[in-house]
Structures are given as C-alpha cells and as structure tokens.
C-alpha cells in the first residue's frame, strides 16, 4: 500500500498491528467494506464475514476491539485464588477481579464466579465464635442499638432472596474517551442466594426518627494506606431503600457462611443500587438528618450528570446526582467470546442473564448482523424481586464464517440499552451499550 511516495504496511499487517487505523483504511470514505479491504478484515478476525454487508460504517470487528482469552498473551491477566475461577484481575491493591460472562451460566452465582470489589485492606479473619460480631445502629434513631449476629438471627426474621449486586462502574470500559477506575466489562454482576435479616426490621426496632433521611455505613476494612482515623469506605443511601423489603443484613450466601473475600461475617446487600452500597464486613450503620458525606459520597463519586457534559471534559460533579438503580444491561453466558465452532454449525441455542435495578426486564433481542435485523428471545421471570432474569432462544447462521452476537435487553418502562455508552463521567458509571461477542464457525 503506497502513502505519500513509501510503502505502508500492508492491510494485513494494519489489522495486525493497529486495528482501528486499519478500520478506517478498510472502510474509505465511501463507508462500504469490498475488495481487498473485506478479504483482509475476513483474514484479520479469521474467516469470511457473512454479514459484511451490514456491518455499519467504521465498524472494528468485535474480536479485535476486545481480544478473547483465548488468545493466550494478549488475553487479560487471571486470578489464582483457592475456591475461585480464573476471574480477570483487574487490580491488585485493592484487589479488584472481574468474573467473565461466560463463567455466569448459572441461575444462581456461586462462591467460585463471584465477582470481587474491595475499596481497602482485606480485614484479618475472625477468631472466635462469628455470632459475637457486632453492628452499632446509631445516629437519628430514639433506641441506638449495638447488635451481635446471634442476637440478629434471633431476634429478626430470617429471610433467604435471590438478589443482584453490581458494581457502579459495570462497563466502564465502554466509555470513549475512557475514564478513570477499573476498566469492567459485563462482569461485575452477581445473582447469589443470600440469607440474613431485612435492614428495615432492625430499623424499626432502633426507632427511626422523623429527622432521618440518609444512612451511612461502615465496615471493618482498613483503609488502603494503613491509617486508622479514616475508613477505606463509608457510602450512604436514601431511607426510602434502607427500608426496601429486600434490602439485608446477611450473613449466609448460598447457605453457607459468607466466605471472607466476600464480607464475612456480616455484610449489608443493596439489592439493584450500586455495590458499594452493599458493605462488607459490616459494623456500623449511623443514620443521618442529611446526606451521607463519608469517603465515596460527593462530587463525581458514584454519581452522574443531569444533563451531558463534554465526553474528556474536566467536571467537579457539583450538578450531578446520586446513582441509584443501575441501568437496564444483560450478558451472553452461553458462549465465551472468541468461541470457535465447527464448520456446518447452522444454528445457535443462546442463553444468558438480565437485569434492570430496581425494575424488571421486558425483552431480549439478539442480532447476528450487525444490527440490520433482531430476534427475540425467551425471557424468564425473576426468582424474587430484585433477582436477575435468564433469556433463552436460538438464531439461525446461513454459513461458515466470522459473526457477531449482539445482545440488548429492555427494562419494564421501555428503556432500551444503547448502541454505545451514554452520559459520559469522570468516573465512568452507568455504561451499559449493547454488547458484542465474537463467534466463528469453520
């Protein structure tokens, strides 16, 4: 390829070495794929594209914007941890591990294919009797109460629910320009069983006054840099959801005791609302006559524009608002991204998650080209309030070649996930764009 007088690298090569420059060469100005350029992208991603026809301008072949594990070096660095999947690891201080859509083919999440978030230190492991732990409720209450977990199972009903957690940041790695924090997927979801108290009961029995508008919460990890006077975390929510029905003190998940990386003995689940809400190693809840201030409160943290800013611009959040329940979003898990199938494969059973915070999902389409048509899929009921949903459904490939799963899930009052991130931030909240994953047949 000749450019300005030199050879440039070749079309290949591009595809190779700098996949989106080599977008923009394949695609031209006339915005159509043909030629060179369409047997070079076929070779770049592995096969002939079907599709190719409809595949929208400047398109970069979803295995080439986000490389499939299976690639071996250029696939994400994994987590070794006794009792876990291979999660991608994200951070290690915090350690922070994304677990892959593929590995959350399970109606309920298991301990293994947990998602792991944590802000600071990971706390020692209790010694003792676990029942002996304590939670202090205080602040704008008429009875403060401190509270030991025996004393909670004993005094509260117990109750068991199917409920979603889910980062804030959940497919942050979406946003263009990118943002700041870790760089999620889809993975940052969780469907786990969890047994504990409602937060409502304990609540009412403390006496909550009038003056209440805002809890705050605080855990027993020590801040990152080792310092005392400061907790690694201290979210807050409107009483409205501290007194949800499905709102927990919990401290069994899948009818075990809550593993250790997950919160033991005692966690708080915010079922819907972003997982930081959802406090590990709880000890503390004060409730307040204003809006929580605490460390992750304020500003650009867990919070997003009422209006859009400028995508890259510098904005201190002073107009934005609380992120509450999270966006409409869904998962493929029946097949990893980068799957390869054997040639003839003409049909695809397809199954997968939903969710949409504190609302249900509606619908499920899946789309093989690019988009251009859409076939909807069987959508379960959720367990409980608050649990995710499973879609099933099947879609037909007329050849051998390079496809694309495209996925979208709509919430009960009609809100569709986008074709691409919307409302950038800062940091990078509420991402949740139609989802891509690589398939080749042949």
């Not at 031209?28 to 595949?55: D, H």
């Not at 991608?88 to 792991?116: C, G, K, M, W």
């Not at 997927?185 to 409602?198: D, F, L, P, Q, Y």
Request: glycine share 12%; charged share 20%.
């Amino acid at each position: 390829m000749l450019r300005h007088g030199k050879t440039e690298r070749s079309i290949q090569e591009l595809y190779r070495d700098d996949p989106e420059r080599a977008d923009a060469v394949a695609f031209g100005r006339r915005g159509a794929l043909k030629g060179t350029a369409l047997a070079a992208m076929g070779a770049a991603v592995g096969g002939t594209i079907p599709f190719a026809g409809s595949m929208p301008e400047g398109t970069l072949p979803a295995l080439l914007a986000r490389p499939a594990a299976a690639q071996g070096a250029s696939g994400p660095q994994v987590l070794r941890m006794e009792g876990k999947a291979p999660l991608v690891l994200l951070q290690e201080r915090p350690l922070v591990a994304e677990t892959p859509e593929h590995l959350l083919d399970e109606p309920v999440t298991s301990y293994a294919n947990h998602f792991i978030r944590n802000n600071g230190q990971i706390p020692e492991v209790q010694t003792g009797d676990p029942r002996a732990w304590r939670i202090t409720i205080d602040g704008e209450v008429n009875t403060p109460l401190t509270l030991t977990l025996g004393e909670l199972e004993s005094r509260f009903p117990v109750v068991t629910r199917q409920l979603q957690m889910e980062c804030g940041g959940n497919g942050r790695a979406f946003f263009q320009p990118q943002t700041r924090g870790n760089q999620w997927g889809n993975g940052a979801i969780s469907n786990a069983e969890w047994t504990g108290v409602r937060l409502r009961d304990v609540l009412q029995a403390a006496g909550v006054k009038p003056s209440a508008i805002f809890t705050g919460h605080f855990g027993a990890d020590p801040h990152l840099s080792g310092a005392t006077d400061r907790p690694s975390t201290a979210r807050g929510m409107r009483i409205a959801k501290a007194m949800d029905e499905d709102t927990l003190i919990a401290f069994r998940m899948n009818g075990q005791p809550i593993p250790h990386i997950h919160g033991a003995p005692v966690r708080l689940i915010t079922p819907g609302w972003p997982g930081s809400l959802s406090q590990k190693w709880l000890t503390r809840i004060w409730i307040r006559d204003r809006v929580h201030d605490g460390a992750g409160m304020g500003g650009t943290s867990y919070r997003i524009p009422q209006r859009p800013i400028v995508p890259g611009s510098n904005n201190n959040g002073a107009d934005f608002v609380e992120m509450e329940s999270m966006p409409v979003r869904s998962i493929l898990s029946s097949h990893a991204h980068g799957t390869r199938l054997p040639a003839g494969t003409r049909s695809l059973d397809l199954r997968g998650a939903a969710w949409a915070g504190d609302l249900t999902v509606r619908a499920v389409h899946v789309s093989t080209d690019f988009g251009a048509t859409w076939t909807e899929m069987q959508v379960a009921a959720p367990a409980n309030r608050h649990a995710w949903q499973r879609w099933t459904g099947r879609v037909s490939l007329p050849s051998d070649g390079y496809y694309e799963i495209w996925y979208r899930a709509t919430d009960s009052q009609g809100r569709m996930q986008p074709h691409v991130a919307a409302n950038w931030n800062p940091q990078g909240y509420g991402a949740n764009p139609i989802s891509r994953a690589a398939i080749l047949v042949g």
